[in-house]
């Protein structure tokens, strides 16, 4: 492997680590000159990182505008919602108690629900030992982070409906937890309208 394409998979964590933490908003720029900068290093390893992190879904590609983190409309989001509610609920089916009984998972963070939502789900997808549908939760986990974080404030008792899901899957209670995971997805879904104008006010605000 080159210097180029090490320099940029250091990158990829960087930037993707910087989306999931909310540092880029849904709908923001992402200025690869700007990265370069603050990296210390060339433009080049830098588009390269930001191409890998659009094949991800974590940014997009625009003809003119350049990269942006992606605003979904209502369809998309609905989409990636119902997507992420599949995946657990396949997860669950495919994972025995005697086998989950060995994951282990950080305690909830109550000051920072949507990283802790990221490692729950984490968490399940893994305890299958099936890499591609694990894979698939964490691309989808990725690509819901900046949404999560943008719209905390639009979810009420979001602390206890997550703590809820941690208690099931601590207890290894896999028909209370499918229950769960339907409703905290099925919740969201309906939110879609509101929460995507939501989004696009933070975007606007950002210009």
Do not use: C
Request: glycine share 4%.
């Amino acid at each position: 492997m080159n210097a180029i394409h090490t320099k940029s998979t250091f990158l990829y964590e960087r930037i993707r680590r910087a989306i999931q933490e909310g540092r880029y908003q849904p709908g923001q720029h992402v200025e690869p000159l700007t990265l370069a900068r603050e990296f210390r290093t060339s433009v080049t390893p830098v588009r390269y990182a930001l191409h890998r992190l659009a094949g991800a879904g974590l940014v997009e590609l625009h003809a003119r505008g350049g990269f942006h983190v992606p605003l979904p409309f209502e369809a998309a989001l609905r989409d990636r919602y119902d997507w992420m509610e599949i995946l657990l609920l396949e997860a669950v089916d495919r994972t025995a108690a005697a086998h989950l009984a060995a994951e282990s998972l950080p305690p909830l963070d109550p000051q920072d629900l949507p990283k802790s939502t990221w490692k729950l789900f984490d968490a399940i997808a893994k305890a299958v030992e099936f890499e591609e549908l694990h894979e698939a939760v964490k691309r989808t986990n990725d690509q819901l982070a900046p949404i999560r974080r943008a719209k905390q404030s639009l979810i009420g008792n979001a602390h206890d409906e997550l703590a809820e899901l941690y208690s099931h899957w601590a207890a290894r209670d896999l028909t209370s937890l499918k229950a769960g995971v339907r409703a905290f997805h099925q919740r969201r879904i309906a939110m879609v309208p509101k929460i995507v104008s939501h989004l696009s006010q933070k975007r606007d605000a950002l210009h």
